[in-house]
């Protein structure tokens, strides 16, 4: 299948790789259906692109690389909807955020730990989660 992004250009996406939100993520509910592409070779960072608008794209990353223990139970319905069968078919990652400095000050990065994103790796089917906004902040900084 082939994308037309502005970010990235042209795309060729194998249809097996496509990712289906069937509510959409936050904010964005008529986008649906998504690529991850890999930032670079060597960066844990990666690109949600969303496959209707060729403008929208994400940024995320495993949050376990940057947050030693974000763990949390899948809900039950969530499990349903997305079809897991075990909590090791499920891929977690976060939206990062970038926000750039000024003069001086270093470009911030800090990640949405409050609404990760779950994709079931078997079937592709993803829903973002709502966890405990006492738990897990919305932008969590790191370098």
């Not at 194998?14 to 008529?30: A, N, S, Y």
């Not at 403008?55 to 139970?73: G, K, Q, R, S, T």
Request: contains cysteine; glycine residues 4%.
């Amino acid at each position: 299948m082939k994308v037309e992004t502005t970010r990235f250009g042209s795309i060729e996406i194998d249809k097996d790789k496509i990712i289906t939100f069937e509510r959409g993520i936050l904010g964005f509910p008529e986008d649906r259906h998504y690529a991850l592409l890999p930032h670079d070779e060597n960066s844990p960072f990666f690109w949600l692109q969303s496959l209707e608008s060729p403008e929208l794209a994400f940024v995320v990353i495993n949050p376990a690389i940057i947050v030693d223990d974000y763990n949390f139970e899948i809900p039950d319905e969530m499990e349903q909807e997305l079809e897991l069968e075990e909590s090791s078919e499920a891929e977690v990652l976060v939206l990062v955020t970038f926000r750039s400095g000024n003069g001086e000050k270093p470009v911030k990065l800090s990640a949405n730990l409050l609404g990760p994103l779950i994709i079931n790796v078997k079937n592709r089917r993803a829903c973002q989660a709502v966890l405990d906004p006492k738990k897990y902040p919305v932008r969590f900084e790191f370098s």
